[in-house]
């Protein structure tokens, strides 16, 4: 059984940053993509930032500049940097995998619990 683990959620003032983490445990044998997600109430959920098994990374427009990815393999965990806050980043946060755990089988995607991030004065 494949887990996404996330923490580091929180209320933040605006301005200021926060850091998510993630997690994978169970039995596979390697994770391709990596990406976080977010859904604030009443909205879809929308993609925040890729990062690829080679560290090649991408960026939703809105986040660019403020929000860094990264990935440390040996660990199997993925990490989002969030600087400057701001209100319009409240939402929940999911991480997300594409985790090959069955070599008879494609990589499928496994998704972490959600991580409230808050940002308010």
């Known amino acids: 059984q494949v887990q996404l683990v996330e923490s580091g959620g929180g209320l933040v003032q605006p301005g200021g940053s926060l850091r998510l983490s993630c997690a994978a445990s169970?039995?596979?044998?390697?994770?391709?993509?990596m990406n976080w997600y977010r859904q604030a109430p009443g909205e879809q959920r929308e993609l925040v930032a890729t990062i690829d098994s080679g560290g090649i990374t991408n960026y939703a427009d809105s986040v660019k500049g403020r929000f860094t990815i990264s990935r440390v393999n040996a660990m199997n965990t993925v990490y989002l940097q969030m600087n400057s806050l701001k209100p319009e980043d409240t939402a929940v946060y999911y991480c997300?995998?594409?985790?090959?755990?069955?070599?008879?089988?494609?990589?499928?995607?496994?998704w972490g619990q959600g991580a409230q991030v808050t940002v308010s004065s």
């Open positions: 169970g039995r596979f044998f390697s994770i391709n993509v």
């Open positions: 997300n995998g594409l985790i090959n755990s069955d070599v008879r089988r494609p990589p499928y995607a496994y």
